[in-house]
Antibody
Framework: EVQVVESGGGLVQPGRSLRLSCAAS????????MHWVRQAPGKGLEWVSG????????GYADSVKGRFTISRDNAKNSLFLQMNSLRPEDTAFYYC?????????????????WGRGTLLTVSS | QSVLTQPPSVSGAPGQRITISCTGS?????????VHWYQQLPGTAPKPLIF???YRPSGVPDRFSGSKSGTSASLAITGLQAEDEADYYC????????????FGGGTKLTVL
């Protein structure tokens, strides 16, 4: 089955760190760029970060730049998001999303596969 | 404030046609970047509905269509059905500052 499954969410205090993971299966993971998209409860979607198939291109939203780091392990079909200096406004469902572009970094292309999300709550 | 502007809500009766607008600017839609649309049913992850302005992924009914002109794009749904009740988001790319994928604020579709 073609799917991506997120894990690692939970309750964390402001200023602390957390690492999210995304396990991919059913497709050739190292052919595609991957992204993290978040959604605060009851709010809209916000792109967080993206990484190309070979990690040669990486991008971040201004709201997380300098605090979050995206990475991938193609040998393990896994995507990661290291989140440092967490703030209450980072509270959201974090979705792992597969980019549809095959072995190319297409600015603004679409996400054709989404996970169910993992909830991060930042609160004291 | 989202970079792409959508109406917060639209509604229509079963069988009717509705449209949802997505208004951008010269640094995103107007710069030629494609617009994509997603449907998010309650309690679920977003699902791609339209990509590349007007193309439907496999499995999406032809009741859904997309268009783009200038700095705006639209999603149209014909033959409205109860199961279409969901949140709809447009997405594109914005080249201002460091550049990023951007979403509209979302539109809640209510089927009356």
């Amino acid at each position: 089955e073609v799917q991506v499954v997120e894990s690692g969410g939970g309750l964390v205090q402001p200023g602390r760190s957390l690492r999210l993971s995304c396990a991919a299966s059913g497709f050739t993971f190292d052919d595609y760029a991957m992204h993290w998209v978040r959604q605060a409860p009851g709010k809209g979607l916000e792109w967080v970060s993206g990484i190309s198939w070979n990690s040669g291109h990486i991008g971040y939203a201004d709201s997380v730049k300098g605090r979050f780091t995206i990475s991938r392990d193609n040998a393990k079909n896994s995507l990661f998001l290291q989140m440092n200096s967490l703030r209450p406004e980072d509270t959201a469902f974090y979705y792992c999303a597969k980019d549809n572009s095959l072995r190319i970094w297409l600015w603004g292309w679409y996400f054709d596969l989404w996970g169910r999300g993992t909830l991060l709550t930042v609160s004291s | 404030q989202s970079v792409l502007t959508q109406p917060p809500s639209v509604s229509g009766a079963p069988g009717q046609r509705i449209t949802i607008s997505c208004t951008g600017s010269s640094s995103n839609i107007g710069a030629g970047y494609d617009v994509h649309w997603y449907q998010q049913l309650p309690g679920t992850a977003p699902k791609p509905l339209i990509f590349g302005n007007s193309y439907r992924p496999s499995g999406v009914p032809d009741r859904f269509s997309g268009s783009k002109s200038g700095t705006s794009a639209s999603l149209a749904i014909t033959g409205l059905q109860a199961e279409d009740e969901a949140d709809y988001y447009c997405q594109s790319y914005d080249s201002s500052l460091s550049g990023s994928w951007v979403f509209g604020g979302g539109t809640k579709l209510t089927v009356l």
